[in-house]
Every structure is written in C-alpha cells, then in structure tokens.
C-alpha cells in the first residue's frame, strides 16, 4: 500500500527565515509527486508536480525537489502570506487515485 | 479558463438522509475525481470517472456513489447519511486522466455537515 509521511507537521517561522518542508513516500512505481497549497476552507491550490528523481523546480519563494525516496519544499525568506497547509502527494500505475501526506501547517509570523 | 467549480458550498443534512454534490470540471477537462478530506483522516480518494465511466474507486462504502455526465460535468451522492460522514468533499479534474502523471486541479470544495 502506497504512504506519504509529511513533516514536521506543523512548523511556525519567522519572516524571512528561510527552511524545508519534508515528504517521504513508500510506493509501488512513482509516476508522479504533486505538492499542493491549502488556505483554511478553500481547495487544494496546485504548486508543483515531479516526475523522477533529481529534478527540481522553481516558483517565486518556493523550490520542490525529488529523490527515490523523498521530497523537499524549500520556502526562501517566506512571508506571512506563505502560511497556510502544505500537501504533498503521490501518483502511481495507470489509475488517478493521489495519496495523500497528512499535510504540514506553516505559520509565518511578521 | 474558469477553474473547477462545486456546488453547494455548504449543506446540512440529518442522519438518515441522502446528498447530491455537483462538480464541474475545467473547460477541456474529462476526468473528475472526488475526495473527502477530515481533519483525522486527511485527504482520501472517492471515486474517479472518466469518459462516463467510473474508472477506479476507493475504500468507502456503497453508500457513496456518483455519475459523470458527457459533458464531463459529475455528481456524487451520499445515501443514508452518517455522522460520520461530515467532511469537505472536494472535486478534481484533470486533462487526459493519464493515471498517476496527471496534474488534478480542485475545486473549493462542498462543506458538509451531518447532524
């Protein structure tokens, strides 16, 4: 059975202090890691998708990486609108079922 | 392009009674998949519809059921509601449905809650 462990899982920062956000995942053939940005009541918002170990990918503060085993999200100098839930996720085989991580609640504060 | 969309955003129902959800997907979009996200359980996979065709399906009960429409537009219904079962439902579409590669975009999701 596939298992997504996020951590820690929560994680309070101060602006501008950059850090890392963990997801390590046991899975039967990885077709796809997703990480995701949930603000309280509302969707997960799409951030990135991974495909194969060693690639990484960029957008504003944010920069997501994958290994055989796990993946980081790097927060650069975040900012208090960077808080909300993190989650990441797993594809795999030839179905659309995600599974998902717990989530980690990052908290910046001003 | 509009993102997805769900309707209600909120319900109330009593135990015993039933529930439609309605999903739709973004313009293009012909897979749909729903999920029931609970503060102790997290985010869990429901069912997914392709084409029409319910493609794949979670751990639930038969209670909880759904449709797409050829227009890709889907429903899920809850019958014989529990407890239990009060949870942000939340609906996804993605391009192709090409399994565990494809990107899932959701919707705000429908707030249910069961007295």
């Known amino acids: 059975e596939d298992q997504v462990t996020q951590s820690p899982e929560a994680l309070r920062l101060q602006e501008g202090e950059s850090s890392s956000l963990n997801c390590s995942y046991t899975v039967s053939g990885l077709r796809g890691l997703f990480w995701y940005r949930q603000d309280p009541g509302k969707g997960p918002e799409f951030l990135f998708t991974?495909?194969?170990a060693g690639e990484e990918k960029e957008k504003e503060r944010l920069k997501a990486t994958l290994t055989k085993k796990e993946s980081f999200l790097h927060i650069t100098a975040p900012k208090p609108e960077d808080s909300a839930t993190y989650l990441c996720?797993?594809?795999?085989?030839?179905?659309?079922?995600?599974?998902f991580g717990k989530g980690i609640t990052l908290s910046v504060r001003p | 392009k509009a993102g997805v969309t769900q309707t209600p955003r909120y319900l109330i129902k009593t135990r015993g009674q039933q529930v439609t959800l309605s999903c739709s997907p973004i313009?293009?979009?012909?897979?749909v998949s729903w999920y029931q996200q609970t503060p102790g359980q997290g985010l869990q996979f429901l069912f997914e519809?392709?084409?029409?065709?319910?493609?794949n399906k979670g751990n639930f009960p038969g209670r909880f059921s759904g449709r797409q429409f050829s227009n890709s537009r889907s429903e899920m219904n809850v019958s014989t509601l529990e407890l239990g079962d009060s949870a942000l439902y939340l609906c996804?579409?993605?391009?192709?449905?090409?399994?565990?590669?494809?990107?899932?975009?959701f919707g705000p999701g429908t707030r249910l809650t069961v007295l």
């Open positions: 519809y392709f084409s029409e065709t319910q493609r």
């Open positions: 991974l495909y194969s």
């Open positions: 313009s293009g979009h012909r897979s």
């Open positions: 996804a579409s993605s391009p192709a449905g090409s399994g565990g590669t494809d990107t899932q975009y």
């Open positions: 996720a797993v594809g795999t085989g030839a179905n659309s079922k995600l599974t």
